[in-house]
């Protein structure tokens, strides 16, 4: 069974940076889409970033390409979400989401009710 687990979470002020990792556990990593979701007390679940463990492929949510940049280390089986210049309305429970497919499918099917397997989250806290 895959299970995700993130780290990297902590409180900033306005302007830092912060890495999030996802770790995936599974040996078949290599064909899989990963994302990294966002959910903030009172708003909706909204898709940050993804990419596509047996390639290079990535996307992004609507206007989370300027300041987040996700990446992969496919032999630490671990997905990065570096995100920049963060502000408070960044703060957040982050989310790493799996699913299984290939390239065309991340691309595709990028909505979270796609993925079935979730982390427990980490907390990301900006203040002004």
């Known amino acids: 069974q895959v299970q995700l687990a993130e780290s990297g979470g902590g409180s900033v002020q306005a302007g830092g940076a912060l890495r999030l990792s996802c770790l995936v556990s599974e040996l078949d990593y290599g064909n899989r889409c990963v994302a990294w979701f966002r959910h903030a007390p009172g708003k909706e679940r909204e898709l940050v970033a993804g990419i596509y463990t047996g390639g290079t492929g990535t996307y992004y949510g609507d206007s989370m390409k300027e300041r987040f940049i996700i990446s992969q280390d496919k032999a630490k089986r671990t997905v990065y979400l570096q995100m920049n210049n963060l502000n408070p309305a960044d703060t957040a429970m982050y989310y790493c989401?799996?699913?299984?497919?290939?390239?065309?499918?991340?691309?595709?099917?990028?909505?979270?009710?796609?993925?079935?397997?979730w982390g427990r989250g980490t907390q990301v806290t900006v203040s002004s």
């Open positions: 989401a799996g699913s299984q497919g290939d390239d065309q499918y991340c691309l595709v099917y990028r909505g979270a009710e796609f993925f079935d397997r």
